[in-house]
């Protein structure tokens, strides 16, 4: 969540990204229409884009129209750019759905037949899990999956593969990441005299790149998979230029975007499209892994139609225009990882909650004065529909909205037995509040908080909070009592979870859009005395730290259930996907982003 839930960008007007213009509505009664007129732009002290543009608002007072203009600053995002594109979708008639279902059943048998007939060959095996994975479908098959792996694990001895770099890695990697305790020590055999690795595995391109992919659920202290990764890393770069296509688009691929931290529903697309180039592939698992793809593309379209009609019901992108409207991106960033059906409801509720959360971070970051956001952060610590008669007008449909979204909410967990849960919600919701007040009255101010400080702060701020609490609540009834109290020490797991969205949230700001703005890479290098270069290379090195932190909780999960450890991975490797290159989708208009939409929401793959 996503720079969608906590950006400070300050852009000048000249610059291409992003589009956005700086006024401030400032009087209270409801505004019926307003003009702008004679427009100007300065910046003050903090290179913070001010304008001076005079409005001339309409307003409805006691019955009669009243006309009064005033200057006023303001922050103004570009529009949303999908119109009525998804809330107008309809689905297939019931009888051809049924056909297709039929179909992928079918087919799906067949794959589960020859998933078990190479069972004893466990080279094969692995071969075949990784395939299913690549493809998207491995879902399907967690039970057969599972039992494979814990034999094999049990058994990792006698796997008859001391020399095989390949399946070594492949092995060590899906097991790791169905949270098998696999020790390091085995790739020892592929190292000589000097403890270093052999140069002779160079040869090996497919073994190379296992091992690379391998490195990637490394832990803290596990220095043999660090020094994996810079000999792979290194030898792998030399090597894009020997190899032709379509090894060198592989590792390129793979170099820019390792399985461990990238795989997303966008590379299951292109898997499929490059496995059928493959003279060898299963005609039937190819088929199957088509429709599957089709199949749940439809469920998505579905749910992202119900959701932008929903979202277009609040008319809060009509009563805030200053704010970002992005319920299509943001239910890119969550399906891009949390694509099966198995996540519908979790998805629905997280769009729901964050189409809230983004409007009201524009609110705190560069729309409200300071007395006006100390109204509204005492409204949320009050929780009481009866506040809005101290808040400015324009906070008050989004208050009164998010918190009847959250009353029906309570009122369906209530049937489940499970109201308690709304609470744990609404807190979350507080602590994120004041994370953003804090950061408005850092800003406002012109204070300069200590880098531990604002890291602290900012944490928080970018709201995976709330994120992991609705996983608690929305996965089945497996979030016990135990798990909520887990969840309140903020634990090293939440932290890596929110720290990784941060920073690479912070980074993907352009260099010349950081001046006088309150980031993680302006505040570094204040702080030590750096450059960005230097800045940025070590929160890089923090976001690394981070993931170590999630993988040793993937294979030690103590309090925590497996499936939620699984829904923090994924939900980890959202921000890598979506703040690649350098640009947030949630501020940038631009047409990768629009690209991979269209991909999965709008385009099926043709069978």
Known sequence: MLSLIHNSHCVNPQSSVPHITYLHLIHPKPLLASTMHNPSFKFDGSSRLQSTATIHAVHQNNGSVEHEEFACPIVSYSPCCWGDRFSNYKPDDETTQAIRKEEVEKLKGKVKEQLLATRSDQLHWLNYVNTLELLGVAYHFNNEIDEGLQYIYENYDCWGLEDNLYH?????????????HMPNDIFKKFKNEKDCFKESITADVDGMLAL?????????GETILEEALDFTTTHLKSMVTQVTYPLATQVNHALERPLHRFTSRLDHRNYILVYETDPFHDKALLKFAKLNFNMV???????????????????????LP???????????????????????TLRIALCKASGFVVMIDDIYDGYGTIEELELFTEAFERWDKNCINQLPYYMKSIYTSLLDTFEEA?????????SNCIEHIRETMKVIIHSYFQDAKWRLGKCNPTYEEYLTNAITSIAYGLVTIFCFIFLGEIATAEVFEWASRFPKPLKACNGITRLLNDMSIPSKQRDGMLSTIINYMKHFNVSEEEAIKELCKQVDDFWKDLNQEMLHPKVIPMPIINCLIRLSRSPEIAYRDGYDPFIVDRECYKDDITKLFIDPLAI
């Open 168 to 180: 070594v890695s492949l092995g060590f990697r899906l097991l790791r990441q169905h949270g098998f």
């Open 212 to 220: 690379f992919e391998a490195s990637h659920v490394r832990m803290h």
């Open 297 to 319: 593309q439809s469920m998505h379209k579905k749910e992202l139609s119900d959701l932008t009609s929903w979202w277009k019901g609040k008319n809060l992108a009509s009563e």
């Open 322 to 344: 200053f704010a970002r409207n992005r319920m299509v991106e943001l239910y890119y960033y969550y399906t891009v990882t949390l694509f099966e059906p198995q996540y519908s």
């Open 410 to 418: 309570e009122q369906v967990l209530a049937k489940e037995g499970r």
